[in-house]
């Protein structure tokens, strides 16, 4: 178990029960060295390699766009996305959550608009689902372990159905500007189900603002911090054209740097349905948020694939499976 899991422990709560000192000292562990290479040695060691062997899309002149701006679009299949969008479907009228639909607000606490679809029903993925074959398809996971600089966990994975509020309503939670804190780098995924466009509640990001960007020391917060930030803020800090909304139709797919400046699921509209997933490294500071519990065959997997699947606070040596242990 990596020692950072149980200062994470700690900082579940944002670090309000630890002293500020201690909060100095462990974010000294997230500068860039010291983080890939002794809090994720072994992870960075496998990355370096090359032992995933996955196709990457082509990069541009100045390299990746999840690397230069903080997110980058990607392509899934069409009956790969269409087969996720099928069970999300089915997800909906399951009764827990066609009672909170029916409703109009979610039963789980907190973002009382966002019902967690497969969080709620305690799901557990078959491998061979298409929501585990989307999130852990080995060029998505390719292209973030480039992007975190070792190979990454699989920290989250849910269907979000963002139940429109009123116009007037005040945006609140995750619907205001801030930045994640759970790792020094986080990489998210987000896969529209629905058309999604600027009254949809789009994912909506600052551009550069994530910790290798070069708009990071604007407004910056680095691990174990976080920050929310008021509208006034953002819009004195930056232009019009460094925010961008994540728009798009139906199948469209994005991978997000969200420790940038970023908002978004505030529908004044339709519902807004999306595939997310979110992956850290082994040093995130956060414990593991409750996951659907992944079941099947390992025998097809890579071994990125079977790294990304396994609980964070296992080693990268081996995951146990139906296929047997693989070493790594």
């Not at 090359?50 to 196709?55: K, Q």
């Not at 609140?172 to 189900?193: C, G, M, N, P, T």
């Not at 509208?231 to 139906?250: K, N, Q, S």
């Not at 097809?300 to 139906?322: D, E, F, I, N």
Request: proline content about 8%; charged content about 20%.
């Amino acid at each position: 178990m990596p020692y950072t899991w149980w200062a994470g422990t700690l900082l579940t709560s944002r670090g309000r029960f630890i002293t500020p000192l201690a909060r100095w000292m462990l974010s000294l562990l997230y500068r860039d060295a010291v983080w890939l290479w002794c809090l994720n040695g072994r992870a960075r060691l496998c990355h370096l390699a090359g032992r995933d062997r996955a196709p990457r899309p082509p990069a541009g002149p100045a390299g990746s766009g999840l690397t230069r701006e903080g997110y980058v679009r990607v392509e899934f299949a069409e009956s790969l996305w269409r087969a996720v969008a099928g069970a999300a479907e089915a997800l909906m009228a399951a009764p827990r959550n066609a009672r909170q639909i029916a409703d109009g607000r979610s039963a789980a606490g907190g973002k009382d608009y966002q019902i967690r679809l497969l969080a709620d029903e305690g799901q557990q993925l078959d491998l061979s689902h298409p929501v585990a074959r989307t999130v852990l398809d080995s060029s998505v996971l390719a292209q973030v372990a480039d992007h975190l600089g070792c190979w990454p966990r699989l920290h989250s994975v849910d269907i979000w159905l963002n139940l429109p509020v009123a116009v007037d309503r005040p945006p609140e939670a995750s619907q205001r500007w801030h930045r994640d804190y759970e790792d020094h780098r986080i990489v998210k995924l987000f896969v529209y189900l629905r058309d999604v466009d600027e009254a949809t509640g789009p994912l909506t990001l600052v551009g550069a603002t994530h910790s290798q960007g070069r708009h990071w020391r604007v407004l910056p917060a680095p691990v174990p911090h976080g920050m929310v930030l008021d509208e006034r803020v953002v819009a004195a800090a930056f232009t019009r054209r460094d925010i961008h909304p994540l728009c798009g139709p139906a199948g469209s797919a994005y991978l997000v740097d969200t420790t940038a400046v970023h908002r978004g699921g505030r529908s004044t509209h339709l519902p807004r349905l999306v595939l997310t997933a979110t992956y850290v490294t082994g040093a995130a500071v956060r414990p593991l948020q409750p996951r659907p519990s992944l079941t099947g065959s390992l025998a097809g997997l890579t071994p990125l694939q079977r790294h990304a699947a396994a609980p964070r606070h296992v080693q990268p040596v081996a995951v146990v499976g139906r296929g047997g242990r693989h070493p790594r």
